[in-house]
Each structure stands twice: as structure tokens, then as C-alpha cells.
């Protein structure tokens, strides 16, 4: 628990506290629209900026780091566990704020992605780590972008400081249900994730609505062409003409955090209040694997935490077994990386493609099918409807075209008007062909002679697949070829 | 046939339109043909007309993209126009249909020319977007930063808009190793573009063994972010093409390659 060393060098430290973020899966830079302003260091892009990629092909826009790995609580997946005998470190604000300032001179990075271990106790911690990102934007004047994960437990006018310095701030709620998060984390508890995460959002919400923006977030710009998807319809939108009401509404609910109690602590200022309070809005993590939900629960959460908290983003986490415990999977479980691709497909559509969870998954088909993609596997449970004539379909129909995406829908909508589309033309604007030619006509005929049969499309779409699946299973790991192993003669 | 040739360069190749396009109206489109230099096979029949850059005529093809067709399209001509690929006649037979269509031409997508427009453009918006994301500069003594960068396309200005935004008040240059020139932003003015010569290259190019502790710091920090448990070089491959490593800090260390 304690240092060793009582001299470690920041060598060392960025060793130990990266490893010990590296299990945070978010490092997206994305959300914001920030110019660059003259004496000051630092803009943000909307789109995201990745900088580079690591040995497991995900990528590294922030540099992501705890601010200390010391931790009282006892999490039972969490490597940084107090029971854990792991080197320990912690960063000054200083070391934070010249490490984020050094590599962002250099391109090396977009931003700050600041999460800890909780030091003493969680108002503690988050104190620490708002005066750190107090001291680079005002002293180091920093711009760019700034995430901070908050800690559950912390006092709300910390929330409400670190809202107003980040541009995405998340709370991460790790297990979908209560039982699991009772069983694995037993220092958290439902409540001290939901509640926070509630008031942030009705306070980006309000803070939004003060800007003169909509109150809620801004959505891949098809979705509004789709009636049905999860951000559409009565609960979630909000009429124009009682805009202002409805604001009120939000922040007379006594959810919203302010400011003005943090004042009196010292360290903050009012002139925080000028920057938007986290312009990128809020995201979340579940871990995938480590209890027994099934997809179709994880999807539904996601899809709840979408409509209620408006969160930008829910990321999934392959379980991957570090500690040995009773109550987790063993020590040689492979990590449920096909399953951790399929579900954030499933988000995907659930953002883009106009999808609903309930579309998707039953309580008589909990999870998704392994082997096909969740977009295929829907097309095939309603092949009565297919093939469709893109010459006429209607947007939303032909986004649900397995190998199409809103980036080619859009062009196949352009394009259309103005002369008949055929298969090559088609392929130019980015439609995934070997997936795709099932499902549609174009000028009235199919790309080949395809029997509209669920078995027989289903065994074609699998081996269309079993590739890149297997590329998600295997890393590069080469074994002689078995008879018996790998085709199961026997 | 006739065939004007010019230079790799936004106006000479306005210039070069406006000249063929003249010529056009009196033997007609399909008699002319641009081409940008140098010219690698001259072919037998055929006359080669050179194109010096104009500014005034470039001036009128410029304003007549934007009044007749759109700005949208002349962004994306420009765009287009900084592609490695000899993209000047498909601009010509792009405007033949533009000037006649108007503004709805950008959407045309079944038509090839239209397309391979779209195409060219897209694949340099993608090659800019390269450059925000691997550009890495090197720290001279914290007072100058300097990157090494050999894009495909020609397009480390569009690049450097993007770091004169963010970083307005450091000195930064960036540049082009093949093309050899190189985009320089003096700290809080205006960026200019110059020519480097044979001597100039050498000498910036050791700028690249500068010792600076952060660059080992990064290194540190990329070692230890990945989760060996998930290693999937062929996913960071695919992000991370190897053509764009060779100027990034943190595989320059062999065994991360």
C-alpha cells in the first residue's frame, strides 16, 4: 500500500499510473468545437482526434492516467484494489499539468484524461483532481480537451467544478444491476453512481438551454430523419414553444449542481462559469463478462441511459481476469472480446441506424448471435420484407440494409434524384457489397440470382464473417493446423 | 488532340483550365485534354501546349465555380487539386457538366466524373486528417517545434491551419520532405510557405535526434497503455498505417514496430 520509494521518478510514476488506467476504455477526444484563442494553448475538433494506436489497436487521443493508484476501496475486478500488492505512485498537480502541456506541444496527445484511485476519502480525491485541472487551465492555459471521470461519493459543488473545467466529465457504473455491483463492488453503491450521474445531466441540460442550445445533446444528424429511434418521439424530445418552461423546469428540480457552494472552499472561481458546463456531455462504462447479465439487459440499460441521462456515450469493457476471486470468472478465461464487438455494434445502431434495443434482443433471445452481426441477424429474422428497391426506399429503410451505413445512405439519396443507381455506382459510394447484395434490387433486379431463403443467406452472410471474427477471437497466434482440433474430426 | 500541360499548382492549373476551355469553344471539348506535368510519354499526333500561371484568369474560373456552380464545389475542386493523382482533367469534365447543371452537379454521383471528384476529395480530406492525428513535432530547447512530415498528398498548409489554430502563440514549422518545402508559423503572426534547399533539408534533419526527455516519456507512456491481454497488431495496422510511422516517436524504438 505504501511507497517504497519515497523518490520515484516521473519515469516511473507515468509507468505505474498508466498501467493502472489502461482498463478505462474511453479515449475518445470527441463532442466539442472549440477555436484556439491567442496567449492560450489548445482547441478541440468535434469529429475526435486519435493520435495514436496501441499494441491492442485501440486508440490513444488522451492521456489517460490515474492521478494516484492508491485506493481504499476493495472492488473485486479492479486491479488498483486495496487488498491488491501492486507498486503504488501518485502524480502532483504540477507533474499532471507538465506532462499534459509537454505531449500536447508535441501532437502527441488531444487531451487530458484524468480518473484516480480514491486517496483517503472520494471528496478528497476529487478535490485533488479539480485543483489539478484548475491549475492547467488557468495557470498552464491549457484550451484543449479535458476528461475527468468522476468519483462516486464526492461532494456535489466538486461535481459542479469539475463540469464547469472539463468538456466531458462520466461516472462510471462498471455493473448494469444492483445484485452484481452488491456482490463485486461492495464499497459502491447504486444510488452514489445514479445519483450523480442524474444531476449532471439535468445540469448539462440547463446549462445547455442557457446557451440558447436545445436541451439535449446533439445526435448523429440522421437521426432526425428517424421517426423511430431512441431519441426521437414524446419522452425524450422536447417541444419548442415550451422550451423555456421546461427549462425552468430543470433547474428548479434542486438537481442541478451550483457553483456557488464550491466558491467558498477557496480554490474555485466564479469566472469558471463563463465555459460551458462539460460541452461533450457525459459518458459511462460496463463491464462486459465479469457477471452473468445477459446482452439484451446491457442493451437495455444502454438504451435507458441514453433517453433518461442523454449520455453521449456507453462503453463496454471486455472482463479481463487480473484478480482471483470466488466470485469472478477464473484466471484463465479468454476475454469476451467477439461478445464486447457485437454489443457495441448493437450501440451503434442503436445511435445511428435508428434501432431499439427491443428490436434487436427478446427475453426469449437474450444475446446476440455470435457469429453474424447484430444488423445482418435482424435482416434475417425479417426477410419478408427484403429485397428493397433503392431507387425508391425510403431513407430509414435503407439504412437498415446490412452493408449500409448513414455515410452511403446519404449518398444513395443524393445520388437518385438525379440518375439510376446501379450495383458499380453503388460499390463507389461505399456500400458493402458482399453484404448487401441480398438484400437489395436495384432497377428492379438483384445483383445475382439469390434465393430470398433464410438458411441459405444465413450460411453465406457466416462466411462472409467467419473472417473478421476470427480476426476479433485470435490475435496473431500461429499453431500447426490439428485435424482434430481445429475441424473437429474425430 | 490538343494537350495543356502545367504545373502542380492550384492557380496554374485554373490557368490551364481557362486556356483549354477557350480553345474548347471553338474545336470543342472533346479535342482538349489537361494534363498535369512533368509529362512522362509524350505521344506522337498529339500538340503540347504549356500553361504558365495567370492570376487574373485563374481569378475568372475561381468566380465562375462559385457563382455558377457553388462554393461547396470549389472547396471540394481545391481540395481535389491537392491530390497525388492527376486529377486536372477530371476538374475539366466536372465543370463541363457543372457549368451546365449548377449547384445540384456536387450530387450527381453516377456520373464517373463526378464520383472520382468526390473520391479525390475524400481521399485528401483523409490524408489531412493523417496529418492532425500522427504530425509529431520535435521540441528544439522548447522554443521551436519541428515536424518531419511525407504525406502522399500535397497537404501539410491545410495541416498547418489546423496547429496555427491551436498552438497560436508558438513558433512551429512543418515540412514536406519530398516536395521539400515547408509551412513555418512564427509564434502570434501569419504563416508563410518557403522552398528549402539541399543544405536547409540537412541541417533540419537533425532535428529529429534532438534529445528531449518527453519524447521518452512518451514512449513510457505508450508501452504501457496497452493491454497485452487484447494485442492485436493487425487492428493497429489498420489505424495506423506503416507508411505514416516513420517519422512517430513511439515506434521509432524497434520493438514496438
Known sequence: MFELKAGLTLNEKLNILADAAKYDVACTSSGVDRKGEKGKLGNSKACGICHSFASDGRCISLLKILMTNHCIYDCKYCINRVSNDVPRATFTPEEICELTIEFYKRNYIEGLFLSSGVLKNPTYTMEKMCETLALLRNKYKFNGYIHIKTIPGAADELLAAAGYLADRISVNLELPTEDSLKKLAPNKSFNSIINPMAKISSTIAGNRVLLGKDARMERSSGNKYLSHSIFAGENVRLDKSTESSKADAVTSSGQVLDLSAAKETGIFSDSWKKRSFAPAGQSTQIIIGASGESDYTLLRTTQKLYQTFDLKRVFFSAYIPINEDALLPSLDMAPPLLREHRLYQADWLLRFYGFQADELLSEDKPDLNVQIDPKCDWALRHLDIFPIELQTAPYYMILRVPGIGPKSAKRIIQARRYGLLDFNSLKKMGVVLKRAHYFITCGGKMMFNTPIEEKYITRQLISVNSKENWQVTHTEKYSQMSLFDDFGVS | ?257
Not at chain 2, 496554374?12 to 485534354?33: E, P, Q, R, S, Y
Open chain 2, 1 to 257: 488532340m490538343k494537350i495543356f500541360t502545367c504545373k502542380n499548382r492550384f492557380e496554374d492549373m485554373m490557368t490551364c483550365i481557362f486556356n483549354a476551355w477557350d480553345l474548347a469553344l471553338k474545336c470543342g471539348h472533346g479535342n482538349v485534354k489537361l494534363m498535369r506535368e512533368p509529362v512522362l510519354q509524350y505521344t506522337f499526333m498529339d500538340e503540347y501546349i504549356h500553361v504558365e500561371p495567370d492570376k487574373e484568369k485563374a481569378d475568372r474560373v475561381i468566380n465562375s465555380i462559385i457563382k455558377k456552380i457553388s462554393y461547396e464545389a470549389y472547396v471540394n475542386i481545391y481540395y481535389a487539386s491537392l491530390s497525388d493523382e492527376d486529377i486536372l482533367d477530371d476538374i475539366y469534365r466536372f465543370l463541363n457538366i457543372g457549368f451546365r447543371m449548377g449547384p445540384k452537379v456536387i450530387n450527381m454521383l453516377t456520373n464517373p466524373f463526378v464520383m472520382r471528384l468526390m473520391e479525390q476529395k475524400r481521399k485528401v480530406v483523409n490524408e489531412i486528417h493523417y496529418s492532425r492525428e500522427f504530425i509529431r513535432f520535435n521540441s528544439i530547447d522548447n522554443k521551436v517545434y519541428v515536424c518531419h512530415w511525407e504525406p502522399k498528398c500535397d497537404v501539410i498548409y491545410m495541416a498547418a491551419r489546423h496547429f496555427a489554430d491551436r498552438m497560436p502563440s508558438e513558433h512551429f514549422m512543418i515540412i514536406d520532405e519530398n516536395r521539400r518545402y515547408a509551412v513555418i508559423h512564427p509564434k502570434d503572426s501569419e504563416m508563410y510557405m518557403t522552398d528549402l534547399s539541399d543544405e536547409e533539408m540537412d541541417i533540419l534533419s537533425r532535428t529529429e535526434q534532438y534529445a528531449d526527455e518527453y519524447r521518452d516519456l512518451w514512449s513510457v507512456f505508450f508501452n504501457s497503455i496497452g493491454i497485452k491481454e487484447r494485442e492485436n497488431r493487425k487492428c493497429q495496422r489498420n489505424f495506423f498505417p506503416l507508411r505514416l510511422r516513420k517519422h512517430a516517436v513511439e515506434f521509432m524504438d524497434e520493438k514496438n514496430a
